[in-house]
């Protein structure tokens, strides 16, 4: 009965703010355009161009560094390839995947920001605390409307991006669909998730000290940084997609999150989260 | 029984003392109001008294429950107009009193459309009950506000500034209702504001707060004759001396009296309704031609000036 009436009041502050997040242009904007970006503009500008603009076989040299510091067993796969072919795999399959986690930090700081800083923005933050909603009912209702669209905007992605991944590749590999594969499906269904609980986790807190939302966004987007580095690192052959990094990421975003959701519902108390409005 | 309950009620903010020991009761269908200047601790006051935030020191009961023990239930139990509309402007008038119905408790959907249907209708907002408060005036704002502190029916209800901003009309509109809640449905309400108009017309008690800490308590009539001085009487005569001023000074329930400098002759009256017809009497059985007559009450104003500054009253 107390888990169920916790849902439930939980469940209505999510359904409030999502009214008011569906209807926010401002908020909709990035959360839509930026998956897109990195799901279809893109992936086709470099699946699709080489092969419709016909790019000579020199026009590859130029990521030659990134294919010499392939890991043995991807050098493997893609050593019968042309070279068309090997880039396209290579980036399709490998070197995109660190955008898909842009997509869930993105998506959740920017609603998490409007969900909690949002209201400091408003003012309408007091008479919501002055509701009997206890402030676990109000923190859980906050991180579900920040979680579920994050999500369904990065499963969305995902699915966008295997639809454009095998249509556009289809006749350069004769056919053979490329994605998904099990390692895609344990980067969505197992790291965004924990990443996206990171981005919440983290301007939730960020929130609770500012006093609107586009200061909680702009501090919230230094999250973006470690994900920056992974690309680079896989661009300079230090780190590369696979099943070690996914169990890498998925125990870092781990004690990540608990970490932060410790501390999130220790300094989650309205009485703070009003004053700090003020 | 007090619905309201208050004792030694504190809170400090660092080293500041927004609010210092305040005690004070409040019965069933009383409107009381908090009345002071800006940053006296009126509205931190409120806020401790609805839960929004603790106290530092001292208890209060609301409605029966202890504000540290049992906030969730105090806060069910109050209805709060907070110092801007607090508003979701996104949000229709309608789905903006759904959504805090049901924060407050009320899970019977008939129920909720129905007492939604009922307040719109009664704030003359049901025509524009599909449009997002964004576009709303600031008198529809604050009165769909009103409208959400009562959703749920509470037996208390605070109002922090009702008519902040508003046009006399809405202002009188909202004091009427104000008056009407206490009057017909016996809500307890504490009204929060720095306007005297408001404090005069429509509060049974007033306490006067300046610096976190009460200055006076008492009807606004006790507090305006107490504080601001006696209720006056200006003669203008035809033939005004200090003859003529003499002969009224001199009858009882006058306390002082005196010719100003447009020559009108101006008296102290202790009870204004008792001595005026004998003053006017005196001064026409000893020769005056009286032309005009006027009586003046003190202000709250003035009253509320000089507890303000200070103004050689004692804090009680």
């Known amino acids: ?278 | 029984m007090p619905v309201i309950s208050v004792s030694g009620l504190s809170k400090s903010f660092g080293g500041l003392d927004a609010v210092s020991g305040l005690s004070f009761d409040v019965e069933e269908g009383e409107i009381y109001g908090l009345l002071g200047p800006n940053g006296a601790g009126k509205t931190t006051t409120v806020r401790m008294l609805a839960c929004i935030i603790s106290p530092s020191g001292g208890t209060a009961a609301v409605a029966g429950h202890d504000i540290r023990a049992d906030p969730v239930a105090v806060r069910r139990s109050v209805g709060v107009l907070t110092e801007s509309p607090s508003l979701y402007e996104r949000l229709t008038a309608e789905e903006n009193l759904t959504f805090f119905a049901r924060a407050y408790g009320m899970t019977d959907d008939r129920k909720v459309s129905g007492r939604v249907k009922e307040l719109l209708q009664f704030f003359q907002l049901w025509d524009r009950r599909g449009e997002k408060s964004a576009v709303f005036s600031k008198g529809m704002k604050q009165k769909l506000a009103i409208a959400r502190a009562l959703v749920h029916d509470p037996p208390v209800i605070f109002l922090d500034e009702p008519t902040a901003g508003l046009d006399p009309e809405a202002s009188k509109l909202i004091r009427d209702l104000i008056t009407e809640m206490s009057q017909k449905e016996r809500h307890t309400i504490m009204l929060c504001t720095h306007r005297l108009e408001d404090a005069e017309k429509v509060c049974s008690r007033v306490m006067v707060v300046n610096m976190g800490r009460r200055v006076v308590v008492g009807s606004p009539d006790e507090i305006r004759s107490e504080v601001a001085g006696k209720a006056k009487l200006e003669v203008m005569v035809a033939n005004p001396s200090t003859a003529l001023v003499e002969a009224a000074a001199s009858v009882a329930g006058v306390s002082a009296g005196a010719i100003a400098e447009n020559g009108r002759l101006i008296f102290e009256l202790d009870d204004l309704n008792a001595a005026t017809p004998l003053v006017v009497r005196a001064l026409v059985e000893s020769g005056a031609r009286v032309l005009t007559v006027n009586t003046f009450l003190p202000s709250l104003e003035e009253a509320y000036l000089r507890l303000i500054k200070g103004d050689g009253w004692d804090s009680r």
């Open chain 1, 1 to 278: 009965m107390g888990f169920a009436m916790t849902l439930a009041n939980a469940m209505l502050v999510f359904r409030k703010d999502w009214m008011e997040i569906r209807r926010n242009s401002q908020v909709l904007a990035p959360i839509l355009i930026v998956p897109l970006v990195f799901t279809v503009v893109l992936p086709l500008i470099v699946i699709l161009v080489p092969s419709v603009i016909g790019m000579p076989e020199t026009a590859y040299q130029g990521v030659g560094t990134i294919f010499e510091n392939l890991p043995p067993d991807i050098k493997a796969i893609v050593e019968g390839m042309s070279a068309q072919q090997s880039m396209t795999y290579i980036f399709a399959l490998y070197f995109f995947a660190p955008f898909f986690l842009i997509i869930p930090i993105m998506a959740s700081s920017v609603l998490a920001s409007d969900s909690f800083a949002g209201e400091k923005d408003r003012k309408t933050i007091e008479a919501l605390l002055a509701t009997p909603l206890t402030d676990g009912e109000l923190l859980l209702g906050k991180i579900l409307v920040s979680f579920v669209p994050s999500m369904a905007v990065t499963i969305s992605a995902f699915a966008l991006y295997c639809v454009v991944v095998d249509v556009s590749s289809f006749s350069l590999f004769n056919g053979a669909i490329l994605l998904p594969n099990l390692l895609w499906a344990a980067l969505i269904f197992l790291v965004t998730p924990l990443v996206a609980l990171a981005g919440i986790g983290i301007t939730v807190m960020v929130s609770l000290r500012v006093k609107g939302y586009r200061e909680a966004q702009q501090l919230s987007a230094i999250l973006v940084l470690p994900v920056l580095g992974l690309i680079f690192g896989q661009i300079g052959g230090v780190i590369m997609f696979g099943t070690t990094m996914i169990m890498l990421l998925v125990a870092g975003f781990a004690v990540t999150d608990l970490i932060l959701f410790r501390v999130g519902l220790r300094v989650f108390r309205r009485e703070e989260i009003l004053m700090k409005s003020v």
